[in-house]
């Protein structure tokens, strides 16, 4: 019997590439990535979906992950949320955060905020490979072991250039929304399991927020991938979930 396919949610900033780019071809067939860089581009339409789909939501993918699936209900047949941003009040996170100072911009300074977005929509559209030097500063882990790897650079700048580089509207929204408090929608049932993903070298969603999140949502199972950082742990969580873990 066919696995149901997929439903993913990409990072932010980030596209549909991405999952192109790392998933493996097992889960590929039949899945629908939805770009949510443009505001009018949020998600799927419901009549197009299968009856049975397993969600995945990544990084800053995972909030719209868990409205979705809880939207749908029954046509979930699993939820996988992989490096996900969980809510910042749960938790001292910043400090520990790659992109922890643009998340306080955002919280505190929202004009601000909207004016460096624009500075790096004009980045991702005109130097995409400089930009992502710049996010990848930090990368540790395995993530910098996908840093020396020209296929995932290049792809990952492809992605920044169709992605924020096209609109950052999407962006620039999902970020204000991520950074005001919405721990009240963790403890809304979810009519199906949850598995939690997390890098255990991850500084862009470090651990202690994956914990933190598993410990908010009741019946989660939380997977540490030991050495993976943040799209590493995307990597191998995918391998996984194809597997059928």
Known sequence: ?????????????????????????????????????????????????????????????????????????????????????????????????????????????????RMVVGAQRLLARHAPALLLGRLFATAQGGDAALWAEPTFRNGMARVLREGLGRDSRGFAAEVEAYVADWRGELGQPLARPVTIWQGSADNWTPPAMGEALHASLPGSRLVMLEGCSHYSALQAALARIAAGD
């Open 1 to 113: 019997m066919a696995a149901p396919p997929v439903v993913y949610f990409h990072g932010m900033p980030g596209g549909p590439g991405e999952w192109l780019l790392l998933a493996p071809a097992a889960l590929q067939e039949g899945a629908i990535a939805p770009d949510r860089n443009s505001p009018d581009r949020a998600g799927p339409p419901l009549v197009d979906l299968p009856d049975k789909v397993v969600v995945i939501g990544f990084s800053l993918g995972a909030p719209t992950a868990l409205a979705f699936a809880r939207h749908q209900g029954e046509r979930v047949k699993a939820l996988h949320l992989v490096s996900p941003a969980a809510p910042l009040q749960l938790g001292a996170f910043l400090g520990d955060m790659a992109g922890g100072a643009l998340f306080a911009l955002a919280a505190r300074r929202p004009r601000l905020f």
